[in-house]
């Protein structure tokens, strides 16, 4: 993925539509476990969960069942995009700790009133990460206060979230978490510092072949 793309998603997955259904065989070496990072678990559940919530969301945001149907149908990596944001925001909480930034509660408020007021309100601001980033609504603070690491982080380094020494310490906090991704929703790659899809004949992606379910 280009640097510069990958900027824009440094704190949440892509926004995506229909997640992929995978199926597999074999031994498992992640039970329940999407991925382990830092020794610490994202269970497939929560993943599920988070997934959930975005699909809630934007259904709430799109009330006709086409236009839903149709968005829905769009993509096919909700599910992946959604883990690579969840691994990305701890790495980056790392990377943040090892440089001794900090964000208080009231710099995310300032920072989400200035974000409402370009927005055109609360709504619509919330309308807006959900579109551009896949952040529901209720991750939206969360997600501010991620932002701001991010900020503060490349300025401590002198540089930019587009420039190789802001990735550099991200690559560097990867490591120190030792990121371990469940092989069905890929593996993580240290150095660029992102998901990757695995070579895994064994999981099928059955979409490719079914259709999305409509809305009743």
């Known amino acids: 993925m280009h640097r510069r793309r990958r900027t824009a998603l440094v704190l949440t997955a892509a926004i995506a539509v229909a997640a992929p ?3 597999a065989c074999g ?6 476990a999407a991925a382990v990072v830092g020794g610490q678990r994202i269970t497939v559940a929560q993943l599920e969960n988070r997934v959930d919530e975005v699909r809630s ?4 945001a799109i009330p006709d069942d086409t ?19 969840m691994v990305l925001d701890r790495v980056l909480h790392r990377a943040a700790e090892d440089a001794g930034v900090t964000v208080s509660r009231k710099e995310v408020q300032e920072m989400r009133g ?6 055109g309100g609360a709504k619509a601001l919330e309308t ?3 579109q551009q980033y896949g952040v529901p609504p209720k991750h939206l603070e969360e997600n501010l206060r991620l932002q701001l690491e991010a900020q503060k982080l490349a300025a401590q380094l002198g540089t930019d979230t587009s420039q190789p020494v802001f990735w550099q310490a991200l690559s560097e906090a990867s490591k ?10 890929g593996t993580w790659d240290v150095e660029k510092v992102s998901r990757v899809d695995a070579n895994t004949p064994w999981v099928r992606d059955v979409t490719a ?3 999305p379910e409509q809305p009743a």
Not at 27 to 32: E, I, K, L, T, V
């Open 21 to 23: 259904l995978l199926t």
């Open 27 to 32: 031994n498992d070496a992640h039970p329940g």
């Open 57 to 60: 969301a934007q259904r709430a």
């Open 67 to 85: 236009q839903y149907a149709q968005a829905i149908a769009g993509s096919g990596g909700l599910t992946r995009d959604t883990l690579h944001g």
């Open 114 to 119: 200035g974000l409402e007021q370009q927005a």
């Open 128 to 130: 807006a990460w959900l």
């Open 176 to 185: 120190e978490l030792d990121v371990d991704l469940n092989p069905r929703y």
């Open 209 to 211: 072949t079914e259709q």
